[in-house]
């Protein structure tokens, strides 16, 4: 079946620190691959994506690689802000066309 | 530009009454539409998708219901609310349901709690 394993949050970082939020995921077939933000208050957002194995995505300084080999799609962040507080979510695409979400990881950070 | 409107913002209905939650896209046509749930501490699901007015797929038996009565308008609707209905409803529509490979655009969402 299809299904996304998250890293269970929260997570809580100072301004300026490294962020990993890590992402795996089961799927048949060739997924595409996602990360969603929810800021306070709003409702989802694509904040990047990866279409096929090895395809890097990136946006507001956070990046993501797609790696068929280890089936894991992590986010990282080398300097995170205040303002890059809020819930991620990864997700992946199916060939049927579901979209299957992970639990979500809350993110503080603090100044 | 694309749009999606989704209310109420929060919700707080008793058990047994009805639900209606509403759904409408602006600036696209025909889009392919979605409900889904987010329950505490769990990820989202999916609970409904439509290709097309009238054209309803449900994902997960349960005590919900949806409606496409206009091209661009989706609606979540239960007869008689139940207690584990409580959860953060979120409508999305995309362009093609392959997707395309550029995600879903979600609404803000509804937080209902049934009490």
């Known amino acids: 079946g299809n299904s996304v394993t998250q890293m269970e949050g929260p997570v809580t970082l100072s301004e300026e620190a490294f962020l990993t939020i890590n992402c795996t995921y089961t799927?048949?077939?060739?997924?595409?691959l996602f990360w969603y933000v929810q800021y306070p208050g709003e409702g989802l957002q694509l904040l990047l994506k990866a279409t096929k194995a090895d395809d890097k995505g990136s946006n507001k300084g956070f990046e993501a690689t797609y790696r068929k080999e280890t089936t894991s799609f992590h986010l990282e962040k080398g300097s995170v802000q205040v303002s890059d507080s809020a819930v991620y979510f990864c997700a992946l695409l199916t060939g049927a066309n579901n979209l299957f979400f992970g639990t979500g990881t809350r993110l503080t950070v603090i100044p | 530009s694309q749009t999606i409107h989704q209310w109420p913002a929060t919700l707080v209905q008793p058990v047994g009454s009805p639900l209606s939650l509403e759904c409408t896209v602006e600036g696209t046509s025909n889009p392919n539409l979605y409900w889904y749930r987010q329950a505490a501490g769990r990820g989202l699901q999916l609970l409904f998708y439509s290709v097309g007015i009238g054209q309803i797929s449900s994902e997960v038996p349960q005590n919900l219901s949806a409606s496409r009565p206009q091209d661009r308008q989706f609606i979540l609707s239960s007869k008689k609310l139940l207690l584990s209905d409580s959860g953060f409803y979120l409508c999305?529509?995309?362009?093609?349901?392959?997707?395309?490979?550029?995600?879903?655009?979600f609404g803000s969402g509804t937080r209902l709690t049934v009490v």
């Open positions: 799927a048949t077939g060739y997924p595409s």
């Open positions: 999305a529509w995309s362009v093609t349901r392959t997707g395309g490979g550029y995600g879903y655009t």
